[in-house]
Structures are given as C-alpha cells and as structure tokens.
Nanobody, 126 residues
Framework: VQLQASGGGLVQDGGYLRLSCAAS????????MAWFRQAPGKEREFVAA????????YYADSVKGRFTISKDGAKNTMWLQMNSLKSEDTAEYFC????????????????????WGQGTQVTVSS
C-alpha cells in the first residue's frame, strides 16, 4: 500500500488549506488513518486520526475546533480541512495508516502506524 499526500502550500495567518491523502494498494478497512506534522527542529506530533470503519475522529488539542479530518471509503482518500491557520501550524504534514484497530490511548503515537506517505509542506505567514 502507498499513501500520497498533497494540498500543502503557503497561506496567510487566518487562512485555510485542505490536505488530501490517497491510499492505493489496499484499504485500512479495520484500521486507522492519521495526520502528523513535523516542524524544523521539533519531533513529529499527532494532529488528527480517523477510524476507517467506525468514522470516529480524534484531534490534538492544538487543532481542535479548527481542523476537521474526514474520509471517503469509496475513493480510499482522507482529508484534513485546516481553517483559521496560525504560524505555529507551519510544518511538514504526513499522512499515515495502519490496518490494526488501535486503542484510543495509543492512536496518537507515530510508532503505531506502519504505512507513511511523503510529507506536504504547510507554511503559514503572519
């Protein structure tokens, strides 16, 4: 399976972007897909996740209320709608997936995901 992320770009503070992650090869029908981000000099951090079958969604506190994760099973695609962007959202964004049904307490850990897409850069200018 391969993941292809796209949609990054340069946006002004308060703007919006929509990231896409297309999966090819197989689906994560019983698993989880997620977005992580990594800013220069910082560790990769959890942004949002979605359970593919149950459609349950999880968010980092820093993006709750501004970002929305969604999916289309038929298209095998996941999105991250990012509104009210701030300069601190500047980072490279990665999509990831696993076929395992993660428990909620581990869904935020990058080590739980075994398939990763390439990053897409999001830059928010103030």
């Amino acid at each position: 399976v391969q993941l292809q992320a796209s949609g990054g770009g340069l946006v002004q503070d308060g703007g919006y972007l929509r990231l896409s992650c297309a999966a090819s090869g197989r689906t994560f029908s019983n698993g989880v897909m997620a977005w992580f981000r990594q800013a220069p000099g910082k560790e990769r951090e959890f942004v949002a996740a979605i359970r593919w079958s149950a459609n349950m969604k999880y968010y980092a506190d820093s993006v709750k209320g501004r970002f929305t994760i969604s999916k289309d099973g038929a298209k095998n695609t996941m999105w991250l709608q990012m509104n009210s962007l701030k300069s601190e959202d500047t980072a490279e964004y990665f999509c990831a997936g696993t076929g395992r049904g993660l428990i909620s307490s581990t869904i935020r850990f990058a080590r739980e995901y075994d398939v990763w897409g390439q990053g897409t850069q999001v830059t928010v200018s103030s």
